[in-house]
Every structure is written in C-alpha cells, then in structure tokens.
C-alpha cells in the first residue's frame, strides 16, 4: 500500500501552519501529518502539541533559516517513518482534499 507524508515546514506563521494542517488532515488518503518547526516563538509548539498524535512534531532549537525545518525533518526517519511518498509544503498552506489520489496511479520510484 502506498503511504504518504505531508511535511509542513513553518516560522513564525501559525494562522498558515493552522490552515495548513486542516488541510493536511483533510485529505480523502490517509496521511502521516509532520510539523517541522524552526524555533517559532508565535505559539506554534503549543499549537502543535496540542494536536496530540493526529501530527508529529519536530522542532530545531533554533532558527536555521529557509532550509532548516526540511533538514530538521529530514534527519529524523524515526518522526516520519517509511511511507513511500513524502512532500514537503512550503506554500502554498492548503491543498484540495484529493490532491494526493491521483498520486496513486503513478508507479513509486
């Protein structure tokens, strides 16, 4: 079966990281949600742990700029597991509830 992860990576932008998420876990597929964070001060670890496990959380302890959340979830195969497809969302912060169905006709690398 194939099984997707959707990395949002965020900053400092919690009302997008909420959208973001709502439309992650809105999808018609099952979806591993991750949250890779680069050490926002607005409210987005609270936010994020309080979703409890419908995410997975990871969190640099400090801002490594553009390209830090994605390392930071990167690095940790344990927080995304093995799902066949991982996609990073960067913007924009909501996709169409079956964006990922057609995925499923397209053969895994």
Known sequence: MVTFSI??????RLDLLQRAVESALAQTYPVQVVIADNAST???QA??????????YVRNPTNLQHAGPSTLAWRR??????NSWTMTIIWPPTAW????????ST???
């Open 42 to 44: 607005d409210g987005t």
């Open 97 to 104: 509830p079956r964006w990922l169905r057609p995925l499923l």
């Open 107 to 109: 053969p895994a690398p």
């Open 7 to 12: 990395v949002i990576t965020t900053f400092n």
């Open 47 to 56: 936010y994020a742990e309080g979703l409890g496990d419908r995410v997975t």
């Open 77 to 82: 195969p344990q927080e995304i597991g093995s």
